[in-house]
């Protein structure tokens, strides 16, 4: 992760291209403090068309580590006590 004044000021561009651009406004302050949030915001810059925002987008994603990746499975526990006593 990014040190906080780098992640802040990704945020504050992408929320004033954001405002400029597509006419919406976001929470900058909850917009670091919740990834969800964050995720949201960041999947409608880069559906935007707008390339500067989505440019700004990939960053941000890196920068607070928001990756839409497939959670990776948990392997099933072993049995236990099939053989064994206690």
């Known amino acids: ?6 992640i802040f000021a990704l ?3 992408v929320h004033v291209l954001m405002r400029r651009n597509l ?10 403090a919740n990834p969800e949030y964050a995720r949201t915001i960041l999947t409608l810059a ?7 925002l989505a440019l700004l ?4 994603r890196l920068a607070m580590g928001l990756f839409d990746g497939v959670a990776e499975e948990a392997p099933p526990p072993a049995p236990k006590y099939l053989f064994t006593l206690r």
């Open 11 to 13: 945020i504050g561009r």
């Open 57 to 60: 987008a990939e960053r941000l």
């Open 1 to 6: 992760m990014s040190s906080e004044s780098e």
């Open 46 to 52: 880069e559906q935007s068309g707008h390339e500067e």
């Open 23 to 32: 006419n919406r406004i976001t929470d900058v302050d909850y917009m670091q």
